[in-house]
């Protein structure tokens, strides 16, 4: 879903709060980056930088699955993060 309604805010956030939910335990967390969702919350909160919505959920989303699993952590140094959780902080310091 988060791939193909890239442009819909409302997806994204709803999506990356379902990865929240889902990914509170290691199998699930390596589920999803098996499944690509590091670089779909990524994508999200580029595509979505002005929301702060979609930034607070990806943000959790991040946590949540690269939390246990160094390869998540690895994916997620590799598409940029960690730039974009920092971009998100500056962009929306009234909540940060």
């Given at each position: 879903a988060m791939r193909g309604h890239a442009r819909?805010?409302?997806?994204q956030y709803q999506a990356c709060g379902a990865l929240v939910n889902m990914t509170l335990d290691a199998a699930n967390q390596y589920r999803a980056g098996e499944a690509g969702a590091?670089?779909?919350?990524v994508?999200?909160?580029r595509?979505?930088?002005?929301?702060?919505?979609?930034?607070e959920q990806a943000c959790q989303a991040i946590s949540n699955v690269t939390g246990n699993i160094?390869?998540?952590?690895?994916r997620a140094r590799k598409v940029g993060?960690?730039?974009?959780?920092?971009a998100a902080m500056?962009?929306?310091?009234?909540i940060a």
């Amino acid at each position: 879903a988060m791939r193909g309604h890239a442009r819909s805010e409302w997806v994204q956030y709803q999506a990356c709060g379902a990865l929240v939910n889902m990914t509170l335990d290691a199998a699930n967390q390596y589920r999803a980056g098996e499944a690509g969702a590091v670089e779909a919350v990524v994508a999200a909160m580029r595509g979505h930088a002005g929301s702060i919505e979609v930034q607070e959920q990806a943000c959790q989303a991040i946590s949540n699955v690269t939390g246990n699993i160094a390869e998540n952590r690895t994916r997620a140094r590799k598409v940029g993060a960690v730039e974009v959780v920092v971009a998100a902080m500056h962009g929306h310091a009234e909540i940060a």
